[in-house]
């Protein structure tokens, strides 16, 4: 499906923003230029992958448009030669996915809004988009991915889905809409990290 103007950007940013996690993930594992290219395009497009496998919309987006793949390559440059001290900056990787979750867990609810599905449908689409491509990158890296362990991760992206579903019933502009609730995930899931809240506390 074709997306519309401010939904494509946004699209671009998830894609680009977990393609960066993603290409620097490879760097830490000590991969070549190739490797964290494809780290990169995984962690970009395996949500969206897996969300239009679900719909039914088929060859999925990032197979149609160039510019996912121009995306992992930007991302890998930028894990190359943009900072020289990735490695210095503490859980870059979950900093850089809280801003994924947000971004791809709006992207993902309202393409599935446009296939007519009922609010809780579109719940889990968007956690589905939203957490996958994380998955993909962490079994790359033979990690337990963040979604199966005791994090704040899918957790964010429900109680932001749920905000989404709430600024619709008031009626709230798209882009507020859109803003507010890639927020509030973000915040969320930073403030877990900040603090090391996970499941297991009271």
């Not at 993603?22 to 290219?37: K, N, S, T």
């Not at 987006?61 to 992992?72: S, W």
Request: hydrophobic share 55%.
């Amino acid at each position: 499906m074709q997306l519309p103007g401010l939904l494509e950007c946004w699209d671009y940013a998830g894609t680009f923003v977990f393609c960066v996690s993603g290409a620097i993930a490879g760097r830490q594992q000590e991969m070549d230029w190739f490797g964290m290219f494809i780290i990169a395009l995984v962690t970009g497009t395996g949500g969206g992958l897996l969300r239009s496998v679900m719909l039914g919309d088929l060859p999925p987006i990032f197979l149609k448009d160039p510019v996912y793949f121009i995306l992992a390559i930007c991302a890998v440059l930028v894990a190359l030669h943009g900072i020289n001290s990735w490695q210095k900056i503490t859980r870059i990787i979950s900093v850089l996915d809280a801003l994924g979750l947000g971004i791809f867990l709006v992207t993902g609810m309202r393409i599935a809004q446009a296939y007519g599905l009922p609010g809780w449908a579109a719940l889990a689409i968007g956690v589905v988009s939203a957490t996958f491509g994380g998955l993909l990158r962490d079994v790359l890296r033979n990690e337990v991915p963040l979604v199966l362990r005791k994090e704040i991760y899918a957790t964010a992206c429900l109680i932001g889905g749920l905000a989404l579903l709430c600024f619709d019933y008031a009626n709230l502009n798209e882009l507020s809409s859109l803003l507010l609730t890639s927020l509030l995930v973000v915040v969320i899931r930073l403030t877990a990290i900040h603090y090391s809240i996970h499941h297991s506390q009271g």
